[in-house]
């Protein structure tokens, strides 16, 4: 019998580089056009007002477990992964 155990932990964190710029939110929003005069539709927006420059937007981790068991001729494999989100409220703590 030959047990091989395996985990892996990860984790991300995006972060808003830029500042919030009229031109990426429909004017009925207080937006405005760009140079060319095109303006941004009003579904469009994706939350682009919620979020300061060099504000972390939210955290995740990741975990994944690898188990293999061997016995004879028999091979078994099992794979389970869990992911736990952090979100940051607007203007909140993680």
């Keep these: 019998m030959s047990l091989s155990v ?3 932990i ?3 964190v995006p972060l808003r580089a830029s500042d919030r710029g009229c031109t ?3 004017p009925l929003n207080g937006g405005g056009a ?3 005069g095109r ?3 009003i579904d469009s927006d994706n ?3 919620n979020y300061d420059q060099w ?3 939210n955290k995740a981790v990741k975990a994944t477990i690898d188990v293999q068991d061997t ?3 028999y091979c078994f494999f099992l794979r389970p992964s869990a992911l736990m989100p952090i979100t940051r409220a607007p203007g909140g703590a993680a």
Excluded: P, V
């Design 6 to 8: 395996d985990t892996t």
């Design 71 to 73: 016995w004879e001729n």
């Design 34 to 36: 760009t140079s060319d």
């Design 47 to 49: 939350g682009n007002l």
């Design 55 to 57: 504000i972390f937007l």
């Design 24 to 26: 990426k939110y429909n």
């Design 10 to 12: 990860t984790t991300g």
């Design 39 to 41: 303006m941004t539709g």
